[in-house]
């Protein structure tokens, strides 16, 4: 029976080891992110996460425009806690609302919105580091300079398993007040699996 690894960090980090220089994301102006890069990336953005207090399950909120940077924010955030992405939105008492609704343990967030985000961070003892591309690296490369106030206490570290959650996705409202649905990791496989195998997607 095929292994099935705990985390989507865990998978990216094994084909880095068989696939070095394999493009893993390319970006819209061509520039690429090798699994090797990638696998690189989340482990330090992982253990910034870490160094906080995150642990598998806390949820991080990325409040952070679609694109490379919010990708490998996710994919970090959802291997050592729980991926909490929300977008870039204009309206912060959208984001306060979330606060109150989550036990957010840390937050990243488009540079734009560090300085208004930052305050309610700071009231809630919430680390919060904002997300600034670096045009001159290879494409989602960004480094975590967490501000506020002095890391939390976290649980002893451990790994994450195939059951913790791994990504909350916030439901559009459209109807009625949004919903928050937790996936573990294993419905995040699972997932993962059937997009492949929908777009009959290959090596390369």
């Known amino acids: 029976m095929q292994r099935i690894p705990a985390t989507v960090g865990d998978w990216i980090a094994e084909v880095a080891s068989a696939r070095t220089e394999a493009p893993a994301i390319i970006g819209i102006d061509g520039r690429l992110l090798s699994y090797a890069d990638l ?7 992982g253990g910034a996460l870490r160094d906080v207090g995150v642990r598998p ?3 991080v909120m990325i409040a952070t425009p679609d694109g490379p940077d919010t990708l490998v924010a996710i994919l970090a955030a959802s291997s ?5 992405p929300v977008g870039a939105r204009e309206q912060i008492d959208k984001y306060i609302g979330l606060l109150d609704e989550i036990d957010v ?3 990243l967030c488009a540079d734009r919105l560090h300085d208004r985000l930052a305050g309610e961070a700071g009231r809630r003892n919430i680390p919060i580091a904002p997300i600034v591309a670096d045009a001159n690296q290879p494409v989602g490369s960004f480094r975590l300079d967490f501000q506020g106030p002095p890391a939390r206490q976290g649980g002893p570290v451990r790994r994450a398993t195939l059951a913790d959650t791994a990504i909350l996705i916030a439901t559009s409202g459209t109807t009625a007040r949004s919903k928050i649905v937790a996936s573990s990791h294993a419905s995040l ?16």
Do not use: N
């Not at 496989?189 to 390369?204: D, Q, T, V």
């Open 39 to 45: 696998s690189d990336r989340l482990r330090l953005a």
């Open 57 to 59: 399950g806390d949820p």
């Open 80 to 84: 050592v806690g729980a991926a909490f």
């Open 105 to 107: 343990k840390a937050i």
């Open 189 to 204: 496989f699972a997932s993962i699996a059937h997009c492949a195998e929908w777009l009959a997607l290959g090596e390369g």
